[in-house]
């Protein structure tokens, strides 16, 4: 652990910050109370990096990355992007604090990242602990301290016969004293001992994960290269960087060969599937649900395994010289197409299930990773022929940061309800089956009840789609929106949970049953 300049600081910022999420977080939802914080600690990390002279600017855009998802969790109200955008926010705070005092982010080994992120997990579970000791050990009480308590300790002791004396008499007067009073002897606290101890343990735990982390970024940043070797170590080294490369290229060269045969003869059968849409299917005697799940997980399984195994041959070939690099860059991009023509077949096979049955989350979430498994499939390509792993890992980190976004901003349970309305619009007797229920019906209307059972993000469109639907749906849908509004009201407990999806939700409920 470094040696700090005042550390009794950086424990007092990591207190205040505790304190500050148990007044943001307790009884809270999350809402508009994460960007404060995530703002209060990139201050608090900006401060101490001042006081303790170790500025870190090389890699600040990922505090501003945090609290760009920080925001979103103020905005969307959808359980799966709430989850994912705590996630991303976890991860560059940590990215953040072990990259702080290092070179920009690109120019770090990955491996060497990816061990300190590790230690670091560690670090801000134990430093805390041993920096706090450090500062009470150093605490001393001599003689003179206890000489001029001594007085303090006899006014105690004589006082006490006088105070059970007063107390006594004061308790006979008023009856409210002595209920409280009767209170404290029995240990009946005025206020709830269990509430305390979580208060308590939520300030414990928040400024313990402070502490770590302002520790852990106040360290001895990432290095960026190994020392040069002496001249007559240059060969050694060469050969220890090149000893995890055990399988030869005509190994791998004949493992890729082989696999793109594989998947050349899957997409020639595919060819009129993938191409033909609905038409084909039909002629093919598969019903949609057949047809999509009979091969989607296992076409999305194929490649995600592929892209493994790309990785580990790109990891492990040892390719002699040119020649031997050319080809098995050319075999393992002609695997690539091949994949993502696979990645083709899924998404369509998805997208005609999406078409007779609706779109649910899971669905399009599913499309939303098949397009970044596509994304990542071409980085590889191009990390692949420029010989540049980084390329590959920086562009899988950056692309999974900005689909998220893309999904934040397009609002998931917004899209499941315009699609779906729009869907019943261009075919309302079309035959639909209950996303809840599994049963079929010919109701003349959307799934319902899958839509009212989506998050606050879906209830403005839900709103302004309520002249589409039949008077009996019209009907459920504004009782149903009249319950969560009541819910909205019920779970309204202070500014710290306000979010601008639940907000909205109220403002358009509350529109509607306006005159």
């Known amino acids: 652990m470094a040696n700090l300049r005042a550390p009794h600081i950086l424990l007092g910022i990591a207190l ?27 201050l608090a990390l900006s401060v101490i990096s001042q006081i303790e002279a170790r500025p870190g600017v090389a890699n600040r855009w990922l505090g501003v990355a945090a609290f760009s998802f920080a ?25 953040l604090a072990v990259s702080f005092r290092s070179d920009a982010l690109h120019r770090l080994p990955p491996v060497r990242l990816a061990k300190r992120a590790f230690h670091a997990l560690f670090e801000i579970g134990i430093y805390p602990a041993i920096l706090a000791f450090r500062q009470m050990s150093r ?29 006594g008499l004061l308790t006979a007067a008023d009856s409210i004293f002595a209920s409280y009073v009767t209170q404290l002897l029995t240990l009946q606290l005025p206020f709830s001992l269990w509430t305390t101890i979580v208060h308590a343990i939520i300030i414990i735990c928040f400024a313990w994960g402070a502490a770590g982390l302002l520790i852990v970024a106040l360290a001895e940043g990432v290095p960026t290269m190994a020392e040069l070797p002496a001249e007559g170590d240059t060969e050694r080294l060469e050969r220890s960087s090149m000893a995890w490369r055990f399988l030869g290229s005509t190994e791998a060269i004949t493992v890729l060969l ?63 010289n040119a020649a031997r690099r050319l080809a098995f860059n050319a075999s393992s991009s002609a695997m690539v197409l091949l994949v993502l023509g ?103 209307g959307v799934d319902l009840g899958y839509l009212l059972s989506l998050s606050n993000d879906a209830v403005p469109t839900i709103v302004n789609a309520l002249p589409l639907l039949n008077p009996m749906q019209r009907e459920q849908a504004i009782r149903q929106l009249m319950i969560r509004k009541q819910q909205l009201y019920v779970s309204d407990d202070g500014w710290q949970s306000w979010n601008l999806s639940r907000s909205s939700a109220n403002i358009a409920i509350s529109q509607m049953i306006s005159p």
Do not use: K
Request: charged share 10%; hydrophobic share 55%; aromatic share 12%.
């Open 71 to 95: 925001i979103w969790l103020a905005v969307r109200d959808e359980p799966m992007l709430i989850a994912l955008n705590l996630l991303a926010l976890i991860g560059l705070l940590l990215l």
């Open 258 to 320: 082989l696999l793109d045969l594989l998947f050349a003869g899957f997409m020639a059968i595919q060819g009129a599937y993938l191409f033909g849409g609905l038409s084909s299917l039909a002629r093919s005697g598969m019903t949609y649900a057949e047809y999509a799940r009979r091969g989607f997980f296992e076409l999305l399984t194929v490649a995600c395994l592929a892209l493994g195994l790309l990785c580990t041959l790109a990891l492990v070939t040892h390719r002699e």
């Open 342 to 444: 696979i990645l083709t077949s899924a998404f369509q096979r998805m997208w005609l299930y999406e078409l007779a049955y609706g779109f649910t989350r899971l669905r399009l979430y599913t499309h939303g990773f098949m397009i970044w498994l596509a994304m990542v499939l071409l980085i590889f390509v191009a990390a692949l022929i420029c010989a540049r792993p980084r390329i590959f890992l920086s562009g899988g980190f950056a692309s999974a940061l900005i689909s998220l976004t893309i999904l934040n901003i397009i609002s998931p349970d917004a899209l499941i309800v315009r699609e779906n309305i729009a869907r019943y619009q261009a075919n309302p007797s079309a035959l639909t089956r209950s996303s809840i229920t599994g049963r079929y019906s010919n109701n003349e």
């Open 16 to 42: 205040l910050l505790g304190i500050c999420a148990d007044l943001f977080f307790y009884g809270h939802a999350l809402g508009i109370s994460v960007p404060f914080f995530v703002i209060l600690g990139l």
């Open 139 to 167: 605490l001393r009480i001599g003689g003179d301290q206890v000489r001029a308590l001594t007085p303090v300790v006899r006014g105690v002791i004589l006082a006490t016969p006088l105070l059970l004396i007063f107390a």
